[in-house]
């Protein structure tokens, strides 16, 4: 249930040293039994220097607009999904922009590995057909639930708080028994504020802190997708926001235990030009994604990693055409390979 303030108990909020040293091995204890439930993000690159995600841990990912924050988090979702092994358990989606229809066809699409854009305008064959007919069927079988909206439902489209998200989840659990192992929140500036603040900016403050409530309420990660703000723009090429640009809230670089920023520079850069970022030579194409770790509580941080990203599988390569400066690499923890 969430956090009410008239249930507050005062005691409940102190702990004693003894209490600490005791609750920090059980933590340990906890982590070396469970390293087969902790989440790893499928990407080997990323994997060989983050720490897993854990309950409890809020996750920022933070890019401009149409910069491949949902299909990211989509991607880590679906790459988390292949790791649960208890059919009561699942990935939760929740999104405020996407329909249920258009992440459903972003899923077909992957696993058919057919153009979502001939899909869109209906263009594909009785072969292909078969072959979303056949993928739809792995797709019930995948245990990923999405919280949002029916673009088949003609009614208002409802706009989410925080507070409801968590009510479905509790009603999931409830009376379906089915646990979330992971919540994904896509994204922040279009989550309904819970409540009637007119301050923006101390609402989002509020939407963080409930996600960050939620991850420990749950004993889940959250992963929070996040805009850029457009002041962060005036940044040098190739653009890729820092810790301090979320746009209206400062609170989700204090509240993170991990936070990704994303850039693909073929948005604001013209393809076949050349750049310098974190001690490496790039060369701007199509496919070309940037991300960074900024922060991790417990591991590396910051630390870079370039892909080639395949818009049709929606599957990251790591981008190898490049000259390293070793000692600019080794400063900025630049692990990419």
């Not at 292909?128 to 088949?152: E, F, N, T």
């Not at 941080?301 to 892909?307: C, H, K, N, R, S």
Request: proline share 5%.
């Amino acid at each position: 249930m969430m956090y009410n303030d008239k249930e507050f108990i005062p005691q409940n909020s102190l702990f004693f040293p003894e209490t600490i040293a005791r609750l920090t091995i059980q933590e340990l204890k906890k982590f070396r039994a469970e390293t087969d439930r902790a989440i790893m993000s499928g990407l080997q690159n990323i994997d060989k220097v983050m720490t897993p995600f854990r309950a409890g841990e809020l996750i920022p990912v933070l890019g401009f607009t149409n910069n491949y924050k949902s299909a990211f988090m989509k991607m880590l979702a679906n790459n988390a999904a292949e790791q649960l092994t208890d059919p009561k358990e699942a990935i939760i989606l929740c999104s405020w922009e996407d329909s249920i229809e258009d992440g459903g066809i972003w899923d077909l699409a992957e696993m058919t590995h057919l153009d979502t854009t001939a899909l869109d305008r209906g263009e594909f064959t009785d072969s292909d057909w078969k072959k979303l007919m056949d993928a739809s069927m792995k797709r019930a079988d995948k245990p990923i639930y999405c919280i949002g909206h029916s673009d088949q439902d003609m009614r208002r489209r409802p706009r989410l708080s925080l507070t409801q998200v968590w009510q479905v989840l509790e009603h999931l659990y409830t009376k379906h028994g089915i646990q979330a192992r992971m919540i994904v929140l896509d994204y922040l500036q279009r989550i309904r504020p819970s409540t009637s603040q007119r301050d923006f900016r101390v609402a989002m403050m509020e939407t963080v802190d409930i996600a960050k409530d939620m991850a420990i309420a749950f004993n889940v990660p959250v992963l929070l997708g996040t805009q850029a703000g457009r002041k962060s723009r005036e940044l040098a090429q190739p653009k890729m926001p820092l810790l301090e640009h979320a746009q209206e809230t400062s609170n989700i670089e204090q509240s993170a235990s991990k936070y990704f920023s994303l850039c693909l520079p073929i948005k604001t850069m013209q393809e076949g030009e050349t750049f310098d970022y974190a001690g490496r030579s790039f060369t701007v194409t199509k496919t070309l994604l940037l991300a960074a770790l900024l922060k991790q509580k417990r591991g590396p941080a910051p630390v870079y990693f370039a892909f080639n990203v395949d818009y049709t599988t929606h599957t990251l390569t790591p981008y190898t055409t490049t000259n390293p400066n070793p000692a600019y690499r080794a400063s900025m923890q630049e692990v990419v390979s």
